[in-house]
């Protein structure tokens, strides 16, 4: 199994970013996936999460991320709007033990292997 994220950078405010996870190994539509960040000094936190017949977002991002996949390349998207700097940090792409329920999907330990993580900075 391997995940791997791509697509952070440097935007100002308010432009968009693409983020991709690229998966091997397994079949999406047996696992969710989710996407997490971490900024600087604080806690993993979830972002958004998709497995078949859900998608869960954070309340910070909200109206502004989209999460997507296309199980015939095996890839996850993360398509984020209308950025603010407090979107700074580096992004993770997981996938977890299973198909997880809202309840769930936020806590890391539900998450077996991981990618390497993209950095993305929005200055003001």
């Known amino acids: 199994v391997q995940l791997q994220a791509s697509g952070g950078g440097l935007v100002q405010a308010g432009e968009s970013l693409r983020l991709s996870c690229a998966a091997s190994?397994?079949?999406?539509?047996?696992?969710?996936i989710g996407w997490f960040r971490q900024a600087p000094g604080k806690e993993r936190e979830g972002v958004s999460y998709i497995n078949v017949g859900r998608k869960f977002y954070a309340d910070s991002v909200k109206g502004r991320f989209t999460i997507s996949r296309d199980n015939a390349k095996n890839m996850v998207y993360l398509q984020m709007n209308s950025l603010k700097p407090e979107d700074t940090a580096v992004y993770y792409c997981a996938r977890a033990y299973g198909r997880l329920l809202s309840s769930l999907w936020r806590a890391p330990p539900n998450y077996a292997y991981w990618g390497q993580g993209t950095l993305v900075t929005v200055s003001s």
């Open positions: 190994g397994f079949a999406l539509d047996d696992y969710g």
